[in-house]
């Protein structure tokens, strides 16, 4: 299957706990994103790529929130000190930018519970 | 800021009727519109639409931008089961997404 994958699909922690998603995009695919959803809302955007730089990062995101795509391949999210706030699914996709529109393509996401 | 609203936020029909679900946008600069399906996983692509391919058809689904009333609809008829879903409209880069509409088609 050569879609976007993520892993964990599934993550339990602690409050005040770090954890670490990965996304691997379609593999031809320059730009990458990280999203996040919580229920009964669409899709929020937190940053993205292009190749290895980070071009944009919401201004919503907190600054426990890091990600890097250090080769533009695959990318990590990284949460420092959980909270339950942080509880959500977080979804990446991955599009091919050109001189036309691009659509992004998600993979299954990893959700995320903080107890 | 763009923005996004989708309207009804919730649908139940029966199956084999006909449905509409609206979007309306605000976006600085318009490139194209998205449809996705969002089931229990990710959002899986429906269509683009964008100023030189105002309308897609795809099956018993269909969608059309009015890029003067700054909308679109995703039509869907025939309704099945399986057509039960949230669908979510998106515009920009990065995207920004509506709160979705739930369908559920019932038998």
């Known amino acids: 299957d050569t879609g976007v994958s993520q892993d964990p699909r599934h993550k339990i922690t602690k409050r005040g706990q770090n954890v670490t998603f990965r996304c691997d995009p379609i593999?031809?695919?320059?730009?990458l994103y990280w999203y996040r959803q919580t229920l009964g809302q669409g899709p929020e955007f937190l940053t993205y790529f292009q190749n290895e730089a980070q071009l944009e990062k919401s201004r919503l995101l907190s600054d426990r929130f890091s990600a890097e795509r250090p080769k533009g391949s695959f990318s990590t999210l990284e949460i420092q000190r959980t909270e339950q706030g942080d509880s959500a699914m977080y979804l990446c996709a991955s599009s091919l930018n050109g001189l036309y529109q691009e659509t992004q393509y998600f993979g299954p996401g990893t959700r995320l519970l903080v107890l | 800021e763009d923005k996004v609203v989708q309207s009804p936020l919730s649908l139940v029909v029966h199956e084999g009727d006909t449905v509409t679900l609206n979007c309306s946008y605000e976006v600085t600069n318009f490139r194209s519109l998205l449809w996705y399906k969002q089931e229990k996983k990710a959002p899986t692509f429906l269509f683009m639409l964008?100023?030189?391919?105002i309308e897609k058809k795809s099956g018993r689904l269909s969608s059309i931008l009015d890029k003067k009333e700054l909308s679109s609809i995703l039509n869907i008829t025939a309704t099945q089961t399986g057509d039960s879903a949230i669908y979510l409209c998106?515009?920009?880069?990065?995207?920004?997404f509506g709160k979705g509409t739930r369908l559920s088609v019932i038998a």
């Open positions: 593999s031809e695919h320059n730009r």
């Open positions: 964008t100023s030189s391919g």
């Open positions: 998106a515009v920009g880069t990065p995207l920004v």
